[in-house]
């Protein structure tokens, strides 16, 4: 069994943007800049925007963090984001979800100028993508696609079976490994709450990427030897012997799995830094798409 190891690959990959960042300033280019607006505190996506901003310091980017308070009223949340699409200072930007009931999130996605959209929500960036156009692909796929590919998996013909069915997550993924391209051209199962035989579906599966939120779902008697596996499951488990008091546990039971797979994500330690570093090479994208 070969770990994708997450934490080296994106280590490798923040420091091919810092060495890009900096070539552009030493060549006069302004540092690459991401906003992240994060409303309420929600202890999930204070954890995230933090690690957002971090990376962004590792590479030499700006970051300015717009912290908002969860009664903020949907007009309010607009107007900030009016605020961010026109200051020329920054390069791109995300609205971390979820966002509290009073806000239709739809609403704030779509009002977010696309060529700003780093986390590739806009629909006119997933439009773009289905029709394999140039434009923002969202980081967690975009992150699983490029650990595959640094890692050389076999993709072509193989039978890929993607579980959750997640506009962030799950629809893009499957579309991106369908694209007639590498990583890509594999044959697509995309499952959900309705799908049936799913265990018949998992162990036919080459390639399985798990993203349903539930905790050790994907068992050991559910796969075949020598699957690869993408777990892309972060739930947040009580764990009082832990500082934080809680432990992360993925989609996968990590234990039994491995036994049986060739290539296989850990959790933590696989797709979330990934996802932080493809958020970063969105953003520098952004940032040349203007020089
Ligand atoms: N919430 C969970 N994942 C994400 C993400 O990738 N971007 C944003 N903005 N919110 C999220």
Known sequence: MILLDG??????LRNEIAEEVEHIVKNGGKRPHLAAV???NNGASVTYVNAKIKACEEVGFKSTLVKLSDTISEGELLAEVKKLNEDPEID?????????????????????????DVDGFHPENVGRMALGMSGFVPATPAGIIELLDRYNIETGGKHCVVLGRSHIVGQPIAMLMARNTYPGN??????????????????????????????????ADMVKDGVVVVDVGITRIV??????????VG?????????????????????????IVSLLKNTLKAARGKS
């Open 7 to 12: 934490i080296k690959t994106s280590q490798d």
């Open 38 to 40: 994060l409303v309420g």
């Open 92 to 116: 791109g930007f995300i609205v971390q979800l979820p966002l509290p009931v009073q806000i239709d999130e739809k609403k704030i996605i779509l009002a977010i100028r696309p060529d700003k």
């Open 186 to 219: 594999s044959t697509v199962t995309l499952c959900h709450s309705h799908t049936r035989n799913l265990t018949d579906i998992i162990r036919s599966a080459d390639i399985l990427i798990a993203a349903v939120g539930r905790p050790n779902f994907v068992t």
């Open 239 to 248: 764990d009082k012997t832990k500082k934080s008091g809680y432990r992360i």
């Open 251 to 275: 989609d996968v039971d990590f234990n039994g799995v491995s036994q049986k797979a060739a290539f296989i994500t850990p959790v933590p330690g696989g797709v979330g830094p990934m996802t």
